[in-house]
Structure formats: structure tokens, C-alpha cells
């Protein structure tokens, strides 16, 4: 089995900074592309990042140059650091990880999310 694991968010004032990390374990045996996805009250699912296993990154059009995403491959885990938010990063943020079992599946697997309200 395979369980990603999120952690960070919360509330943050208009202009804030706020990080998320995203762990994934259990029968892995390689990991491909990390991504980012959030969804707000009312509105569909978007990609706000993702970090292939060579390292390139893609964002989102209404988050380039204000967040970034990492990832640290001995840890399996992915990171997005979020700086000058604004009322409108306010979504339900879930990490989604593209990987390889043990056994051989290529599947893509959610965490639970976490809540991000940027609010004064």
C-alpha cells in the first residue's frame, strides 16, 4: 500500500508565506512526476505545480514567481512553499504523486488535502 501524508497550512494574512509538504511511503519503488492541485469553494480541481523526477517544474499561471515547488527524493516528499498569497490561494490544497509500486503498478495516488485560507 501507499499513503501520502500532508502536512502544513492554515490561515495566513494577504501577502503571507505558508509551506506544504507532502510524504509518501509504503511498497514504492521509484517516484515520477509530484504535483500540486487545489481546489476552492465552487470551482474545479487546478494544477498549481508539479516537479518531474528530473527536476523540471511546471506552475500555474496565477502562481508563477510567487510559489515553488521542491522535492527531496530520499525522503520521497514534496514541497510547496507559497509567498505573497492572496485572498484567491484560499483552496483545499492536495499533493498528487505519480509512482511505481513494488509490484510493478504505475498508479497516481492523493493525499487528504489541507485547508489554506489567506484572509486578514
Known amino acids: 500500500q501507499v499513503q501520502l501524508v500532508e502536512s502544513g497550512g492554515g490561515l495566513v494574512q494577504p501577502g503571507g508565506s505558508l509551506g506544504l509538504s507532502c510524504e509518501a511511503s509504503?511498497?514504492?519503488?521509484?517516484?515520477?512526476?509530484m504535483n500540486w492541485y487545489r481546489q476552492a469553494p465552487g470551482k474545479e480541481r487546478e494544477l498549481v505545480a508539479q516537479?518531474?523526477?528530473?527536476?523540471?517544474?511546471y506552475y500555474g499561471d496565477s502562481v508563477k514567481g510567487r510559489f515553488t515547488i521542491s522535492r527531496a527524493n530520499a525522503k520521497n516528499t514534496v514541497y510547496l512553499q507559497m509567498n505573497s498569497l492572496k485572498p484567491e490561494d484560499t483552496a483545499v490544497y492536495y499533493c498528487?504523486?505519480?509512482?511505481?509500486?513494488?509490484?510493478?503498478?504505475?498508479?497516481?495516488?492523493w493525499g487528504q488535502g489541507t485547508q489554506v485560507t489567506v484572509s486578514s
Open positions: 509504503g511498497t514504492i519503488f521509484s517516484v515520477y512526476s
Open positions: 516537479v518531474t523526477s528530473a527536476g523540471s517544474t
Open positions: 498528487n504523486v505519480l509512482l511505481r509500486t513494488d509490484s510493478g503498478n504505475v498508479n497516481a495516488y
